[in-house]
């Protein structure tokens, strides 16, 4: 008996890897935006991965390996050859084949279906498995070997299709390097983690820092440029494929530019500072809720434009340009809800809290936010979102604020840091895709608070029950490619939440504050953006006495 050359792969193999070769990072995908399903990979942890260096890395994912381009020269492109036809010799010969051996496992029963012709290409892959099951056969000594005529037979089709069979050898070897790196690579079976480094280069610029209306001091703006960085490392984790559970570690040495700096929050950034200490950020676990919703709970940190539709087009450096108010003082732990009714009408609710883990205060008797949304798009180019919110604080200065710290001290205590304060919050959202690459927003916010106790706790001369009317409005704009592929500027400008109207009159705003903001994204690599930027307030604190500030940024960014 002759031995036979039979050491081909699986033929399935090309068909489980081609999503690999596709996009080599399928194997840790998670639930981003939308429900993307985890696949199962096999790991070993004590199978320690031999280091890498990056041509190795880049070999593996960046297209065909050498071999394939060498086998390009001296293979005929198997489009460019004849079918397979029923009638041929070959078709007949790897039928009979397969009802002998049963060795096709891609077919129902291992029966070879159809009367079709097939690529040459595609009948070699079926001819492929089956050799593989011979071998098998020779292989596990069971007295079951193959005929002499079928082993002629093989050998005939062998030498009749080389040229196939030597591609798709090439390719299973392509597969099985990838599959067998990304296995050992990868960082868990069942967690993806994805991160976030940043550095800063931030300064403040202006005469003096900011100060109330009825304040005297004038204390200069002596700052000095500053360099720092943050860490966000999300491990997302799928039990079910259609669900995500996000534990969320930062660390961060980065100056907001807030009071501490300019007098001001109206100057204040989107920046982490933890004295460089790692902590835990965030923590929920989100699951769908029939086919069009999606509930989350989370003890520590969550926050509704995860889920609802902020319909802000524009990546804002500032934690004003971010976001309307409406959603800034719903933030904590607790749950959210949001359902798609149909494509173009959604809703959703959100109860949001800082006390969660408190048994003072618990769920219902601490700071809390009720928030609800509905959200309507009449048209792909056109969408707006009408919002609700009910906020109560027994101590608004040591929680989160009326306006989640935004806008003038006026309008984040209208009646002081210590008296308890509660507050009927209602926005006004909108998106418009004025083209492919230009996108326009903006919002208006309106908040009625009251004072839940006397004023006087904070020192003020009020009453229980006092009133005051708080407003913020913005037009935001961004444009998408404008120099690079990929590359995003964006424009924001608006007011920041001001008090127009107060029982408490000593925290009225007498005049208005603007916010100017312009910021670009430009991509280096699909991994590394650097992001100038700056924003200027006029009147910081709504109070015309200040004079302007400015505050400008450039980050570079990595993400993997």
């Given at each position: 008996?002759?031995?036979?050359?039979?050491?081909?792969?699986?033929?399935?193999?090309?068909?489980?890897g081609?999503?690999l070769?596709?996009?080599?990072?399928?194997?840790?995908?998670?639930?981003i935006?939308?429900?993307e399903?985890?696949?199962s990979v096999?790991?070993?942890?004590?199978?320690?991965?031999?280091?890498?260096?990056?041509?190795?890395?880049?070999?593996l994912?960046?297209?065909?390996?050498?071999?394939l381009?060498?086998?390009?020269?001296?293979?005929?492109?198997?489009?460019?050859?004849?079918?397979?036809?029923?009638?041929?010799w070959?078709?007949?010969?790897?039928?009979?084949?397969?009802?002998?051996?049963?060795?096709?496992?891609?077919s129902?029963?291992g029966?070879f279906?159809?009367?079709?012709?097939?690529t040459?290409?595609?009948?070699?892959?079926?001819?492929?498995?089956?050799?593989?099951?011979?071998?098998?056969?020779?292989e596990?000594?069971?007295?079951q070997f193959?005929?002499?005529?079928?082993?002629?037979?093989i050998?005939?089709?062998?030498?009749?299709?080389?040229?196939?069979?030597?591609?798709?050898?090439?390719?299973i070897?392509?597969?099985?390097?990838?599959?067998?790196?990304?296995?050992?690579?990868?960082?868990?079976?069942?967690?993806?983690?994805?991160?976030?480094?940043?550095f800063?280069?931030?300064?403040?610029?202006?005469?003096?820092?900011?100060?109330?209306?009825?304040?005297?001091?004038?204390?200069?703006?002596?700052?000095?440029?500053?360099?720092s960085?943050?860490?966000?490392?999300?491990?997302?984790?799928?039990?079910t494929?259609?669900?995500?559970?996000?534990?969320?570690?930062?660390?961060?040495?980065?100056?907001?530019f807030?009071?501490?700096?300019?007098?001001?929050?109206m100057?204040?950034?989107?920046t982490?500072?933890?004295?460089?200490n790692?902590?835990?950020?965030t923590?929920?676990?989100?699951?769908p809720?029939?086919?069009?919703g999606?509930?989350?709970?989370?003890?520590?940190?969550?926050f509704?434009?995860?889920?609802?539709?902020?319909?802000?087009?524009?990546?804002?450096?500032s934690?004003?340009?971010a976001e309307s108010p409406?959603?800034?003082?719903?933030?904590?732990?607790?749950?959210?809800?949001?359902?798609?009714?149909?494509?173009?009408?959604?809703?959703?609710?959100?109860?949001l809290?800082?006390?969660?883990?408190?048994?003072?205060?618990?769920?219902?008797?601490?700071?809390?936010?009720?928030?609800?949304q509905?959200?309507?798009?009449?048209?792909?180019?056109?969408?707006?979102?009408?919002t609700?919110?009910?906020?109560?604080?027994?101590?608004?200065?040591i929680?989160?604020?009326?306006?989640?710290?935004?806008?003038?001290?006026?309008?984040?205590?209208?009646?002081?840091?210590?008296?308890?304060?509660?507050s009927?919050?209602?926005?006004?959202q909108f998106?418009?895709?004025?083209?492919?690459?230009?996108?326009?927003?903006?919002w208006?916010s309106y908040?009625?608070?009251?004072?839940?106790?006397?004023?006087?706790v904070?020192g003020?001369?009020?009453?229980?029950?006092?009133?005051?009317?708080?407003?913020?409005w913005?037009?935001?704009?961004?444009?998408?490619?404008?120099?690079k592929?990929?590359?995003?500027?964006?424009?924001?400008?608006?007011?920041?939440?001001?008090?127009?109207?107060?029982?408490?009159s000593?925290?009225?705003d007498?005049?208005?504050s603007?916010?100017?903001?312009l910021s670009?994204?430009?991509?280096?690599?699909?991994r590394?953006?650097?992001?100038?930027?700056?924003?200027?307030v006029?009147?910081?604190?709504?109070?015309?006495?200040?004079?302007?500030?400015?505050?400008?940024?450039?980050?570079?960014?990595?993400a993997?």
């Amino acid at each position: 008996m002759k031995n036979l050359n039979l050491s081909f792969s699986i033929t399935s193999v090309i068909l489980g890897g081609n999503l690999l070769i596709l996009s080599p990072v399928l194997g840790q995908t998670n639930l981003i935006s939308n429900s993307e399903e985890l696949p199962s990979v096999t790991y070993n942890p004590e199978s320690e991965p031999e280091e890498t260096t990056i041509e190795q890395i880049e070999r593996l994912y960046s297209g065909p390996p050498p071999v394939l381009d060498d086998l390009d020269e001296t293979i005929t492109n198997v489009h460019q050859l004849s079918d397979v036809t029923p009638d041929h010799w070959a078709y007949q010969a790897l039928q009979s084949l397969v009802e002998k051996y049963r060795c096709l496992s891609g077919s129902p029963g291992g029966n070879f279906n159809g009367n079709r012709a097939m690529t040459r290409y595609e009948f070699a892959a079926g001819l492929n498995d089956c050799l593989t099951s011979v071998r098998r056969l020779i292989e596990s000594f069971n007295n079951q070997f193959p005929q002499k005529e079928d082993l002629l037979v093989i050998e005939r089709l062998q030498a009749e299709f080389a040229t196939e069979l030597k591609n798709i050898t090439a390719k299973i070897d392509n597969v099985e390097q990838r599959v067998a790196f990304i296995e050992g690579h990868q960082f868990s079976p069942t967690t993806v983690l994805r991160g976030v480094v940043n550095f800063n280069l931030i300064g403040a610029f202006g005469d003096r820092k900011a100060i109330s209306p009825g304040s005297h001091s004038r204390e200069k703006l002596d700052d000095n440029l500053t360099l720092s960085g943050a860490t966000i490392l999300n491990f997302d984790t799928s039990f079910t494929g259609k669900d995500r559970l996000r534990t969320q570690l930062i660390a961060g040495n980065v100056n907001s530019f807030g009071s501490g700096v300019t007098g001001t929050e109206m100057t204040r950034l989107l920046t982490i500072n933890t004295g460089n200490n790692v902590r835990l950020g965030t923590l929920f676990y989100e699951f769908p809720l029939g086919k069009r919703g999606i509930i989350a709970i989370a003890p520590i940190a969550d926050f509704p434009t995860r889920i609802f539709p902020a319909f802000n087009p524009v990546n804002s450096i500032s934690n004003f340009g971010a976001e309307s108010p409406i959603y800034s003082f719903a933030f904590g732990g607790g749950g959210v809800i949001y359902y798609n009714f149909t494509d173009k009408l959604a809703g959703g609710i959100s109860y949001l809290t800082d006390s969660l883990s408190n048994v003072s205060e618990g769920i219902f008797k601490g700071q809390y936010t009720l928030l609800s949304q509905i959200s309507y798009t009449p048209t792909k180019q056109f969408g707006f979102a009408f919002t609700y919110g009910h906020y109560y604080a027994p101590e608004p200065g040591i929680t989160n604020n009326i306006t989640g710290s935004k806008g003038s001290v006026f309008a984040q205590f209208p009646f002081g840091t210590s008296t308890a304060t509660s507050s009927n919050a209602f926005g006004l959202q909108f998106t418009y895709k004025l083209s492919t690459k230009l996108i326009l927003g903006g919002w208006v916010s309106y908040f009625n608070a009251k004072a839940e106790a006397s004023p006087s706790v904070s020192g003020l001369n009020g009453f229980r029950g006092a009133q005051a009317e708080i407003w913020s409005w913005a037009l935001t704009a961004f444009l998408a490619d404008l120099g690079k592929a990929g590359s995003q500027l964006s424009f924001v400008c608006g007011m920041p939440p001001k008090v127009i109207n107060n029982d408490v009159s000593a925290r009225e705003d007498p005049d208005t504050s603007l916010h100017f903001e312009l910021s670009y994204r430009y991509p280096v690599t699909d991994r590394i953006f650097i992001i100038p930027g700056f924003l200027v307030v006029t009147s910081p604190e709504h109070n015309a006495a200040n004079s302007p500030i400015w505050v400008g940024l450039l980050r570079t960014s990595f993400a993997f």
